[in-house]
């Protein structure tokens, strides 16, 4: 039995944020993720122009169906960003330059671009005026995250109650340094009732020890866990291409933008997910399949 993780920006060398990846690459990239315990995947693209982005969406749709291993390991797409929080630290490795403003029109393009199959799509509440777009979405069937943003209690409510429904990679996305209480963390815990959670466990993105108070309060039936991978997932260190921008990895296999301190996705691999969730967290098998299937 294998796993499913909602949100793969890449591996084994494919990017699938770049508007130049081949269906070779893809299918090496699937045919690893297979190899690593992975039943399927929700292919994940981060910020970009809205043409840009649904021109990368149509291209995947396309490889699906000419390759039936990428249509049986590609189930559906991810869409983070670009209608996030632009400001130094929330923005994480997105390109704060494409950026824009969270519009029905514009999402209604992403979603035509994904042929039906963009299940999810992180925003930052603060930039959806109205929470308009969450509600489309929402009334699309279409899961919608917050991440990569910084909205007051006031507002996060406010999208909750327009359908806004997850929280993407808790305790990321948000500066290095924050207040210690009135914070985006503080505030999504505090609604941890009306929320899903998806976490990275790889020890970088949260300390094994953070992660364990975490899930204490959300509780493992709200707690998704995902690999996060980039291209660089099975490469090992160095220095690579993602999303037309260079980015680092350590001996560690920790992902950054040169002279960053934010992560920049990680590196971290399927089997390493259930390896992390049973000797760090005590997880039994049933509780890992709770959160990463």
Request: aromatic share 6%.
């Given at each position: 039995?294998?796993?499913?993780?909602?949100?793969?920006?890449?591996?084994?060398?494919?990017?699938?944020?770049?508007?130049?990846?081949?269906?070779?690459?893809?299918?090496?990239?699937?045919?690893?993720?297979?190899?690593?315990?992975?039943?399927g995947?929700?292919?994940?693209?981060?910020?970009?122009?809205?043409?840009?982005?649904?021109?990368?969406?149509?291209?995947?749709?396309?490889?699906?169906?000419?390759?039936?291993?990428?249509?049986?390991?590609?189930?559906?797409?991810?869409?983070?960003?670009?209608?996030?929080?632009?400001?130094?630290?929330?923005?994480g490795?997105?390109?704060?330059?494409?950026?824009?403003?969270?519009?029905?029109?514009?999402?209604?393009?992403?979603?035509?671009?994904?042929?039906?199959l963009?299940?999810?799509?992180?925003?930052a509440p603060?930039?959806?005026?109205?929470?308009a777009?969450?509600?489309?979405?929402?009334e699309?069937?279409?899961?919608?995250?917050?991440?990569?943003?910084?909205?007051?209690?006031?507002?996060?409510q406010?999208?909750?109650?327009?359908?806004l429904?997850?929280?993407?990679?808790?305790g990321?996305?948000?500066?290095?340094?924050?207040?210690?209480?009135?914070?985006?963390?503080?505030?999504?815990?505090?609604l941890?009732?009306?929320?899903?959670?998806?976490?990275?466990?790889?020890?970088?993105?949260?300390?094994?020890?953070?992660?364990k108070?975490?899930?204490?309060?959300?509780?493992?039936?709200?707690?998704?866990?995902?690999?996060?991978?980039?291209?660089?997932?099975?490469?090992?260190?160095?220095?690579?291409?993602?999303?037309?921008?260079?980015?680092?990895?350590?001996?560690?296999?920790?992902?950054?933008?040169p002279g960053?301190?934010?992560?920049?996705?990680?590196?971290?691999?399927?089997?390493?997910?259930?390896?992390?969730?049973?000797?760090?967290?005590?997880?039994?098998?049933?509780?890992?399949?709770?959160?990463?299937?």
């Amino acid at each position: 039995m294998g796993y499913f993780d909602i949100q793969v920006n890449g591996y084994l060398g494919a990017d699938f944020c770049s508007s130049e990846l081949t269906l070779e690459e893809m299918h090496k990239a699937c045919e690893g993720m297979k190899a690593d315990g992975l039943t399927g995947i929700l292919a994940t693209l981060i910020t970009d122009h809205v043409d840009s982005l649904a021109s990368k969406l149509r291209r995947m749709v396309q490889f699906r169906e000419e390759d039936a291993l990428v249509a049986e390991m590609i189930q559906g797409f991810h869409v983070e960003g670009p209608f996030l929080n632009a400001l130094p630290g929330y923005i994480g490795a997105h390109p704060p330059e494409c950026v824009c403003p969270a519009t029905p029109d514009d999402a209604a393009r992403i979603v035509e671009a994904g042929n039906g199959l963009v299940r999810l799509l992180t925003l930052a509440p603060e930039n959806d005026a109205n929470f308009a777009t969450t509600r489309f979405l929402a009334e699309q069937g279409i899961t919608v995250s917050a991440g990569h943003c910084d909205p007051d209690l006031e507002t996060l409510q406010g999208a909750i109650d327009a359908g806004l429904s997850m929280i993407t990679h808790l305790g990321n996305g948000c500066p290095v340094d924050l207040p210690r209480h009135e914070n985006f963390i503080q505030r999504t815990l505090s609604l941890a009732e009306h929320l899903w959670f998806g976490f990275i466990p790889d020890g970088a993105h949260v300390p094994f020890f953070a992660l364990k108070n975490y899930l204490k309060i959300c509780g493992l039936d709200r707690a998704i866990m995902t690999t996060d991978a980039i291209l660089a997932a099975g490469l090992g260190p160095g220095t690579y291409e993602l999303s037309g921008a260079p980015v680092e990895i350590d001996d560690a296999g920790v992902a950054r933008r040169p002279g960053s301190p934010n992560l920049a996705g990680s590196t971290i691999r399927a089997h390493q997910v259930v390896k992390n969730l049973k000797e760090s967290l005590g997880f039994s098998n049933e509780e890992v399949r709770q959160v990463f299937d």
